[in-house]
C-alpha cells in the first residue's frame, strides 16, 4: 500500500507570495493532518480535517489555511509568504475509525522563503 | 494543556551499546504515547505506540517502550544500537478526540563506531 504522498518535495519562495502543498493519504484514511517544523520551534500542529472539515486548528495566524476535498486528499496554503514560513512542512493521515490519533507522515515538502 | 518533554537534546551511544532515551509528558484526560523516529531530509516514521494494557511495548527495529503512569515517563529503550539507529528521535502525546499530536523537542542521537 503506498504511503502519504507531499508534492511538491521542495519549493522556494520569495517574501509576498503564497504557496500551495498539497497531501494525498494512505489508501482509505480519510483524516489528514498538518505540522510545521522548524529548528527553532520543533514539531507543531497546524491542523486536521476529517470529511472535509477541520476539527483541529493549531496556533496559527489566518494566513495558514487548509482545505479537504471529498477524496481525503489535502491543501494547505500559506498566503504572503514571510522568512519565518521556512520548514518542513508535514502531512499525516489515519484511518476514520482511528480513535487514538495513530498518525502516518509523509515524507513533507520543504519550503524556503527568500 | 497536553506537554511533552525530552530533556536530552543529543546523545552520543558506541555501536552495540544499550539506547535509553527519556519521555515526560502531562495530559488532560487519558493519554496515548507514540515514538518517531526522522532521519535527516525524511519524514517521521513510527517506532511504536502505547494505547492501553501491558506498560511495555514493543515497536519496530528491536526498540521497546515502557509506560509509567506514576512517573508521567514513556522512555524508549534499545539493547545494542547499530549505526543505522543514528537519527532524532520524537516523542508524542494525543489525547481521544483532540485530533493532533503534541510533540517533544526530540533527541539526536549519535552512534559512533
Known amino acids: 500500500k503506498a504511503g502519504v504522498t507531499q508534492t511538491p518535495r521542495y519549493l522556494i519562495k520569495t517574501r509576498g507570495q503564497q504557496v500551495t502543498l498539497s497531501c494525498s493519504p494512505i489508501s482509505g484514511h480519510r483524516s489528514v493532518s498538518w505540522y510545521q517544523q522548524t529548528p527553532g520551534q520543533g514539531l507543531q500542529f497546524l491542523f486536521e480535517y476529517f470529511s472535509e472539515t477541520q476539527r483541529n486548528k493549531g496556533n496559527f495566524p489566518g494566513r495558514f489555511s487548509g482545505r479537504q476535498f471529498s477524496n481525503s486528499r489535502s491543501e494547505m496554503n500559506v498566503s504572503t509568504l514571510e522568512l519565518g514560513d521556512s520548514a518542513l512542512y508535514l502531512c499525516?493521515?489515519?484511518?476514520?475509525?482511528?480513535?487514538?490519533?495513530?498518525?502516518?507522515f509523509g515524507p513533507g515538502t520543504r519550503l524556503t522563503v527568500l | 494543556a497536553q506537554s511533552v518533554t525530552q530533556p536530552d537534546i543529543h546523545i552520543t551511544v558506541s555501536e552495540g551499546a544499550s539506547l535509553e532515551l527519556r519521555c515526560n509528558y502531562s495530559y488532560g484526560a487519558t493519554p496515548y504515547l507514540f515514538w518517531y523516529v526522522q532521519s535527516p531530509g525524511q519524514g517521521l516514521q513510527l517506532l511504536l505506540k502505547y494505547f492501553s494494557g501491558d506498560t511495555l511495548v514493543q515497536g519496530i527495529k528491536g526498540f521497546e517502550a515502557e509506560f509509567k503512569r506514576s512517573q508521567s515517563s514513556f522512555n524508549l529503550r534499545k539493547p545494542s544500537v547499530h549505526w543505522s539507529d543514528a537519527a532524532e528521535y520524537f516523542c508524542?502525546?494525543?489525547?481521544?478526540?483532540?485530533?493532533?499530536?503534541?510533540f517533544g523537542a526530540g533527541t539526536t542521537v549519535t552512534v559512533r563506531a
Open positions: 499525516a493521515s489515519s484511518l476514520p475509525t482511528n480513535t487514538y490519533n495513530e498518525q502516518f
Open positions: 508524542a502525546v494525543g489525547e481521544v478526540g483532540d485530533y493532533k499530536l503534541s
